[in-house]
């Protein structure tokens, strides 16, 4: 798979989870989609879209958005503890 179309590809299955939690309202969503990422992704698919994340994001849906900067900021601190 190309590079661009595995960001393509985690994108759309962090849009699809997004979809999921939409109906939750926004908080519940953001942290649902953070938490389900958390738990399921492995740390290249979670390397990638913190990368595509800090690139801008393009194409994420704002609260996925939010949730990963969310996810991302939390790695960060971890690793500095």
Same mark, same amino acid.
Not at 14 to 27: L, P
Not at 35 to 58: C, N, Q, S, V
């Given at each position: 798979?190309?590079? @661009?179309?595995? $960001? /393509?590809?985690? %994108?759309?299955?962090?849009?699809?989870?997004? +979809?999921? *939690?939409? @109906?939750?309202? $926004? /908080?519940?969503? %953001?942290?649902?989609?953070?938490?389900?990422? +958390?738990? *399921?992704?492995?740390?290249?698919?979670?390397?990638?879209?913190?990368?595509?994340?800090?690139?801008?994001?393009?194409?994420?849906?704002?609260?996925?958005?939010?949730?990963?900067?969310?996810?991302?900021?939390?790695?960060?601190?971890?690793?500095?503890?």
């Amino acid at each position: 798979m190309s590079h @661009s179309s595995t $960001h /393509d590809r985690l %994108v759309y299955m962090a849009n699809q989870i997004g +979809k999921f *939690f939409q @109906s939750q309202g $926004h /908080d519940k969503e %953001v942290a649902g989609v953070a938490e389900h990422i +958390k738990k *399921f992704w492995d740390p290249r698919m979670l390397k990638t879209i913190y990368a595509h994340h800090d690139a801008g994001g393009a194409g994420l849906d704002p609260a996925v958005n939010e949730a990963i900067g969310r996810l991302k900021a939390a790695a960060v601190a971890k690793e500095k503890a």
